[in-house]
């Protein structure tokens, strides 16, 4: 047994489990999480700190059992998790990076930044705005015919109501508030330089994608005949999961991904609020919730079944309803993985 510690552990986990001198022991590898194994030192009040008792502690964690799941170590499925959580490492990026950008285009461009002008305010034509107007006094002066004209342009045509679009532009530079020139040109240079890095990281994302897909043609799996589930939701399941024996029922799977919820009971009182358990394999989780926000788009059950989470929820209506959905589809995941068939609504 050891703590979790990134890919600090594997090497060792990797030298255990395929020494030939521990080979006749038939080793089981846990990995246990750092905060598991001090409340469970809590439990002895007069041990002191020191590396041996530590490991003395986890010795003792293991003989009393109530493990985790023993660490699965097939190379094929770990060099796809490799490719999937890096393309999870970048997603998160580009969402930090994107939420950055959005607080430095509160200071150029206050009322864009707050009123959905644009449906996609990273599109292209979004940027365009952005890039391409040193402060919103130039969209403001510049006439109405011109403006249409640059928005049809940069958005190829494709806007619905192009004028109704640039009207609502100036009103809203109009309505923002002012930057200084001392502040304007590093804020331009900031919003520059963000876009740059967004740009870059969505082209990597892409090339991963292409990447993640010819791997996942190495694996027999139908997860993606479920409508909306991808090659690259598909690679990041399947990477985290590996062998789906390794989980009795697909309640084992669902604690192993970190849906499951605790019950809060006293007496004759029992809360309506149970908060999910802040534990299981954040990788699966990401990948399970990603595609049940597409599963829901395509395939009616989900659908309904979303929407009515969604009305019953009193906050959060979308989160709750989301993560409720991917629960709903760990029972389809694990019987597709189970029986190697193709799912049919």
């Given at each position: 047994g050891l703590e979790a510690t990134s890919n600090y552990g594997y090497h060792l986990t990797a030298f255990c489990q395929n020494s030939e001198k521990l080979a006749p022991f038939s080793p089981q590898?846990?990995?246990?999480?750092?905060?598991?194994?001090?409340?469970f030192k809590k439990s002895y009040n007069d041990l002191p700190k020191n590396d041996d008792i530590d490991a003395w502690v986890i010795a003792d964690k293991l003989r009393f059992g109530r493990l985790p799941e023993e660490v699965f170590m097939d190379e094929r499925f770990l060099a796809l998790q490799r490719l999937t959580r890096t393309r999870f490492h970048l997603a998160q990026t580009i969402a930090r990076e994107k939420m950055y950008f959005l607080n430095n285009l509160f200071l150029k461009f206050s009322s864009l930044r707050q009123e959905k002008i644009f449906s996609d305010p990273f599109g292209a034509t979004a940027m365009a705005v952005v890039e391409e107007f040193y402060s919103p006094d130039e969209i403001a002066a510049m006439p109405l015919e011109e403006l249409v004209s640059f928005l049809q342009e940069k958005s190829k045509n494709r806007l619905v109501d192009a004028e109704g679009v640039a009207k609502a532009l100036q009103k809203a530079a109009r309505s923002s508030y002012r930057l200084s020139k001392s502040l304007a040109d590093p804020v331009n240079a900031c919003l520059a330089?963000?876009?740059?890095?967004?740009?870059?990281?969505?082209?990597?994302?892409?090339?991963?994608?292409?990447?993640?897909?010819?791997?996942?043609?190495?694996?027999?799996?139908?997860?993606?005949?479920?409508?909306?589930?991808?090659?690259?939701?598909?690679?990041?399941?399947?990477?985290?999961?590996?062998?789906?024996?390794?989980?009795?029922?697909?309640?084992?799977?669902?604690?192993?991904?970190?849906?499951?919820?605790?019950?809060?009971?006293?007496?004759?009182?029992?809360?309506?609020?149970?908060?999910?358990?802040?534990?299981?394999?954040?990788?699966?989780?990401?990948?399970?919730?990603?595609?049940?926000?597409?599963?829901?788009?395509?395939?009616?059950?989900?659908?309904?079944?979303?929407?009515?989470?969604?009305?019953?929820?009193?906050?959060?209506?979308?989160?709750?309803?989301?993560?409720?959905?991917?629960?709903?589809?760990?029972?389809?995941?694990?019987?597709?993985?189970?029986?190697?068939?193709?799912?049919?609504?």
């Amino acid at each position: 047994g050891l703590e979790a510690t990134s890919n600090y552990g594997y090497h060792l986990t990797a030298f255990c489990q395929n020494s030939e001198k521990l080979a006749p022991f038939s080793p089981q590898i846990h990995v246990l999480n750092p905060r598991t194994v001090n409340n469970f030192k809590k439990s002895y009040n007069d041990l002191p700190k020191n590396d041996d008792i530590d490991a003395w502690v986890i010795a003792d964690k293991l003989r009393f059992g109530r493990l985790p799941e023993e660490v699965f170590m097939d190379e094929r499925f770990l060099a796809l998790q490799r490719l999937t959580r890096t393309r999870f490492h970048l997603a998160q990026t580009i969402a930090r990076e994107k939420m950055y950008f959005l607080n430095n285009l509160f200071l150029k461009f206050s009322s864009l930044r707050q009123e959905k002008i644009f449906s996609d305010p990273f599109g292209a034509t979004a940027m365009a705005v952005v890039e391409e107007f040193y402060s919103p006094d130039e969209i403001a002066a510049m006439p109405l015919e011109e403006l249409v004209s640059f928005l049809q342009e940069k958005s190829k045509n494709r806007l619905v109501d192009a004028e109704g679009v640039a009207k609502a532009l100036q009103k809203a530079a109009r309505s923002s508030y002012r930057l200084s020139k001392s502040l304007a040109d590093p804020v331009n240079a900031c919003l520059a330089t963000s876009i740059s890095v967004i740009r870059a990281l969505q082209s990597e994302l892409k090339r991963l994608d292409k990447l993640i897909a010819q791997h996942l043609e190495a694996f027999p799996q139908t997860l993606t005949s479920i409508k909306g589930v991808g090659p690259v939701y598909a690679a990041g399941i399947l990477a985290e999961i590996g062998d789906i024996s390794r989980f009795k029922n697909q309640k084992a799977l669902a604690k192993y991904a970190g849906l499951v919820w605790n019950e809060h009971q006293s007496g004759q009182w029992k809360a309506q609020d149970t908060p999910r358990v802040r534990s299981g394999n954040k990788y699966l989780r990401y990948y399970l919730v990603e595609a049940a926000n597409l599963v829901r788009v395509h395939d009616q059950e989900y659908r309904e079944f979303y929407q009515a989470k969604y009305n019953e929820a009193r906050t959060h209506k979308h989160k709750r309803a989301l993560v409720l959905t991917a629960r709903k589809l760990v029972r389809l995941v694990f019987a597709l993985l189970r029986s190697n068939q193709l799912y049919t609504p």
